[in-house]
C-alpha cells in the first residue's frame, strides 16, 4: 500500500491551475513537458483543469509554469483558501509562513470554485448562440430544397463566416498555439474539418459564381459545404457547454462540502459575547454555539450539554451526545443546548479542511486504468491527421469525385476527437470521490478504486469497529479476604496512570464509588497490565501472564473462565502477591455491525474479527454478527496486529485493514488496503486509503462498493469512449457519415460519458 501523503523532505508539491487544455492530448503534452524537468512529477486533471506536481526543492514555481506556457497554456498557483482565511486572521505583525520557498513546504489545493472555468463556460455560451442564430437558417437553405433562392450559396457564405471565425474561435486558437508547438490536439482536428469545409466551399464559389444561380438544388447537385462547416462548428460548442456544465455539477459535492462551514462565531471572552468571523478564530478561543447554530471550528466542550447533527460530516443520521470534555467537529450542527466550546484546530487544519484536501488530492489524481487513455490520446490525433489525408487521397485517385473526398476526410477529423477519452477517467473519478465525500467516505487516491476491486478479506479490530469500544464495568469478583469496594478502588487507583480504554473504565467505576487514593511508581507493559504503589500496598492488574510474571501464581481461573464465557473482559487483579480478584467490563455491539457484516458478505468479501480480548469473549462477539469461528484472531497484542495482517497476506489473502487507533496504524499501513474510522486518531487516518468520518461499520461496507462502482464507472466510459472512436473512424473513411452527423455524434460522446459519471450521484440514496 502506498500513502500518497508521503515523500521526500527535499520535495515539495505544487497545485497549479492550467487554462486552455480541451482533450487527452491536451493533458499528455503538459505531463511530458513537466516531466522533462529533472525530478518532476506531474498529474494533470483535465475537468479540474489542474495539476498536482511533485518538485524538488531547486525547481521554482516560475519554471513550472513557462514550462507550462512553452506547451501553449496559461497556469497559475493555486491558493488555500484556508490558509489565506488563516492569516488573514492573524494579529498584525504576527509571523507568517512564505508559500513555496521552504524545501519540505507543501502547497495544498485551493478547494474554492474555479472561476476561470465558469468563464470560460459564459464564453462558450455566448458563442454558441451566435452559432445557432447563424446555423440554423444556413442548414435550412443548403439541405431543404425548397428554402432556396436564386444565388443562395452567396447567403450561406455570409451566414456561415461569423460561425467559422468567431464562434468556431476557441477551436482555431487552440489548435494555432500548438502549431506553434509542433503539436496536435483535438482542437487541431476541429479546425481542421471545419476550415477544409469553409474555403473548399468558398473555392467552389469564386470559380463558379453561379454554383447556386438555380433553386431547389439537393446536397449531390453542388459542391458547398458551408452547412457542415457551421453546423459542425455548433454541434462541438454545444457538446463543449454541456460538458462544460456537466463538469461543474459534478464537482458540486466538493463545493458543497467546503461550503458546509460556519461563516460567523459567537466568540466568548470575559463573559462578553462578540460576533466574529469564523475565519477569525484562533487555537484556545472560546465560542458559544446555540441550538440550531453551526459549530465554528473544532474543539471541545467546556460547558453544556445537547445533541450534535453529524450527518453533513459523517455521513450519520443519528444526532451524537455531547457534554464537557467531549469533543466536537466544525461544520455540524448544535441541535439543543446552548454549548461553550474552546477551538483546538481553526483554518487549514480543521476536519471541514483536511476532508476538503482529500477529496481534492483524490480528484486530481490518476488511476492505473487512466495510463492508457494517456498512452493512445499522445499519437492518436498525428494518426487521424494521416488517416484523413489518406481518406482524401484514395476518394479522389479512386472516384475522382472532389466533393466526396472532402466530405469523406472532413468527417474522418470530427468524428475522430478523443473529447470522451480525456474526460473518461477524470470525470468518474471527481463525481464518485465527490459523491463519497458527501457520505462521509474520503477515498485518498485513484490508486484505491483499484484496490477495492482486488481485496476478499477484510480485518476488523473489535473495540470501536466492531463493537462501541465503551467499555463498563459490570461487576466484581472479589477473592476471599477483599471486599467489591476494596478490589475496585485499588484496581482503580493503579490503572489510574494507563490511557488504555479498559483502564479508564475502571478508574470511572471506582471513581463512583468513592475518592481514589494517590498511585506511585507506576509501570506498564503494552497488552499486559500495569503493576503500581497504592499506599502500602503493591497492585498489580492485567492479565493473567502479567500476574504470574509479577509472582501471583495462585488466580482464581475458574472464575476468570466463567466471566469470559458470560461474553465480559476481566482484568484481574493481585495485591501484595496475591490474587485480589476479577474486575469485568462489557463493550457494546453496534447496532449496525450484523448488517454491515452482511454486506460485506454480500460483496464477496471473507471478514476476520482481530482482538485482544480472550477466545471465549471474541467468538461470542463473532458469532453476535455472523463472523464464522475460524475467522476470529484473539489474544493479540497491539504490536502484532501487522502480523496477522502478513500472515493474511502470506496465505494468498489480499488484505483490507479496518481500525481506529493509534495502534491500529501500522496495520493499515501493511494491509493492501487500510480503512480507518474517522472517530478514530489522526494517525490511523494518515495510515489509511479510505476514511469514514463516521463510526458505523455500515459505511465501510458502502465505501468499498461506492469505490467498486466509481471504477467500473470509469471503466464503462473508457470502453465506450475507445469503441466510439475506433468504429467511427473507418465508418467516415468509407464515406458512410455525413461529417454533420459525426459532429453531432463527436459531441455526443463526450456528454455521455460525463452523464454516465454524474449517475454517481445518486449512489446510497433511498429508491
Not at 167 to 178: D, E, L, Q, T
Not at 431 to 455: C, Y
Not at 648 to 677: F, S, T, Y
Request: hydrophobic share 50%; proline share 4%; aromatic share 4%.
Amino acid at each position: 500500500m502506498s500513502n500518497e501523503n508521503t515523500f521526500p523532505t527535499n520535495q515539495r508539491i505544487v497545485e497549479l491551475d492550467i487554462q486552455g487544455m480541451t482533450c487527452a492530448s491536451c493533458v499528455g503534452r503538459v505531463e511530458r513537458k513537466l516531466g522533462k524537468i529533472e525530478g518532476v512529477e506531474a498529474l494533470v486533471n483535465l475537468p479540474l483543469e489542474s495539476a498536482r506536481v511533485t518538485v524538488p526543492a531547486s525547481v521554482t514555481d516560475a519554471q513550472l509554469i513557462s514550462t507550462i506556457e512553452s506547451a501553449g497554456y496559461q497556469a497559475n498557483i493555486k491558493v488555500d483558501q484556508y490558509a489565506a482565511r488563516a492569516e488573514a486572521a492573524l494579529p498584525p505583525g504576527s509571523p507568517t509562513t512564505p508559500t513555496s520557498t521552504a524545501a519540505a513546504e507543501v502547497s495544498r489545493p485551493a478547494l474554492g470554485t474555479n472561476h476561470a472555468a465558469e468563464a470560460a463556460g459564459s464564453d462558450l455560451k455566448k458563442r454558441l448562440i451566435v452559432a445557432s442564430i447563424f446555423a440554423l437558417p444556413l442548414f435550412i437553405i443548403s439541405m431543404i430544397p425548397g428554402a432556396q433562392f436564386p444565388h443562395w450559396g452567396w447567403v450561406a457564405l455570409i451566414l456561415a463566416t461569423p460561425v467559422v471565425f468567431w464562434s468556431a474561435w476557441p477551436f482555431h486558437r487552440a489548435a494555432a498555439i500548438n502549431a506553434r508547438h509542433l503539436a496536435s490536439t483535438m482542437d487541431t482536428l476541429v479546425s481542421i474539418g471545419v476550415l477544409a469545409a469553409y474555403f473548399y466551399s468558398l473555392v467552389q464559389l469564386i470559380i463558379d459564381p453561379n454554383i447556386t444561380a438555380h433553386t431547389g438544388m439537393a446536397m449531390s447537385e453542388h459542391a458547398l459545404y458551408f452547412e457542415t462547416a457551421g453546423v459542425v462548428a455548433t454541434f462541438l460548442l454545444l457538446g463543449r457547454w454541456l460538458e462544460a456544465r456537466a463538469k461543474s455539477r459534478a464537482g458540486d459535492a466538493l463545493k458543497s462540502l467546503l461550503n458546509l462551514g460556519a461563516k460567523e462565531a459567537t466568540l466568548l471572552r470575559d463573559g462578553v459575547e462578540t460576533k466574529i468571523a469564523a475565519s477569525a478564530l484562533v487555537p484556545g478561543d472560546e465560542f458559544v454555539v446555540r441550538p440550531g447554530e453551526k459549530i465554528a471550528t473544532d474543539g471541545f466542550v467546556v460547558t453544556g450539554h445537547s445533541a450534535i447533527d453529524t450527518a453533513l460530516v459523517t455521513g450519520e443520521s443519528v444526532p451524537v451526545e455531547v457534554g464537557p470534555d467531549d469533543t466536537v467537529t466544525g461544520a455540524t450542527i448544535n441541535t439543543s443546548g446552548r454549548l461553550v466550546i474552546r477551538a483546538t484546530r481553526v483554518g487549514k487544519d480543521t476536519t471541514l479542511a483536511q476532508m476538503g484536501r482529500l477529496v481534492s488530492e483524490a480528484q486530481t489524481g490518476k488511476a492505473p486504468i487512466a495510463r492508457l487513455a494517456d498512452r493512445i490520446s499522445a499519437v492518436f490525433v498525428p494518426i487521424v491527421l494521416v488517416i484523413a489525408l489518406v481518406t482524401f487521397i484514395l476518394w479522389l485517385s479512386l472516384t475522382g469525385d472532389m466533393n466526396a473526398a472532402v466530405a469523406a476526410s472532413v468527417a474522418v477529423l470530427v468524428i475522430a476527437c478523443p473529447c470522451a477519452l480525456g474526460l473518461a477517467t477524470p470525470i468518474g473519478l471527481l463525481v464518485g470521490t465527490g459523491r463519497g465525500a458527501q457520505l462521509g467516505i474520503l477515498i485518498r487516491g485513484p490508486q484505491v478504486l483499484e484496490d477495492t476491486r482486488k481485496i476478499d478479506t477484510v480485518l476488523l479490530d473489535k473495540t470501536g469497529t466492531v463493537t462501541e469500544g465503551n467499555l463498563s464495568v459490570t461487576s466484581t469478583t472479589p477473592a476471599h479476604g477483599f471486599s467489591e469496594s476494596e478490589l475496585l478502588a485499588l484496581a482503580g487507583a493503579a490503572e489510574s496512570g494507563s490511557e488504555h480504554p479498559i483502564a479508564h473504565a475502571i478508574v470511572a467505576a471506582a471513581r463512583a464509588r468513592g475518592h481514589l487514593s494517590e498511585a506511585s511508581n507506576f509501570t506498564s507493559a503494552p497488552g499486559g497490565g500495569v503493576r503500581a504503589q497504592v499506599g502500602t500496598h503493591t497492585v498489580v492488574a492485567g492479565r493473567l501472564s502479567w500476574l504470574l510474571e509479577n509472582g501471583i501464581t495462585d488466580a482464581d481461573t475458574a472464575a476468570l473462565s466463567a466471566a469470559q464465557q458470560s461474553g465480559a473482559t476481566s482484568i484481574m487483579v493481585g495485591v501484595d502477591g496475591t490474587f485480589a480478584g476479577l474486575v469485568n467490563l462489557t463493550d457494546t455491539i453496534k447496532e449496525s455491525s450484523a448488517a454491515a457484516i452482511a454486506k460485506l458478505k454480500s460483496l464477496g468479501l471473507r471478514p476476520v474479527l482481530l482482538t485482544g480480548d480472550n477466545l471465549a469473549v471474541a467468538t461470542l462477539v463473532a458469532a453476535q454478527v455472523g463472523i464464522a469461528p475460524e475467522d476470529v484472531f484473539a489474544d493479540v497484542f497491539p504490536d502484532q496486529k501487522a502480523q496477522k495482517v502478513r500472515e493474511l497476506q502470506a496465505r494468498g489473502q489480499v488484505v483490507a485493514m479496518v481500525g481506529d487507533g493509534v495502534n491500529d496504524a501500522p496495520a493499515l499501513a501493511q494491509a493492501d488496503l487500510g480503512i480507518a474510522m474517522g472517530s478514530g486518531t489522526d494517525v490511523a487516518i494518515e495510515a489509511a486509503d479510505l476514511t469514514i468520518m463516521g463510526n458505523d461499520l455500515t459505511q465501510v461496507a458502502q465505501s468499498i462498493e461506492l469505490s467498486r462502482k466509481t471504477l467500473g464507472t470509469i471503466k464503462m466510459n473508457l470502453f465506450w469512449a475507445f469503441a466510439y472512436n475506433t468504429a467511427g473512424i473507418p465508418i467516415a473513411a468509407f464515406g458512410l457519415l455525413n461529417p454533420m452527423i459525426a459532429g453531432a455524434a463527436m459531441a455526443a460522446s463526450s456528454v455521455l460519458v460525463v452523464a454516465n459519471s454524474l449517475r454517481l450521484r445518486s449512489f446510497g440514496k433511498r429508491r
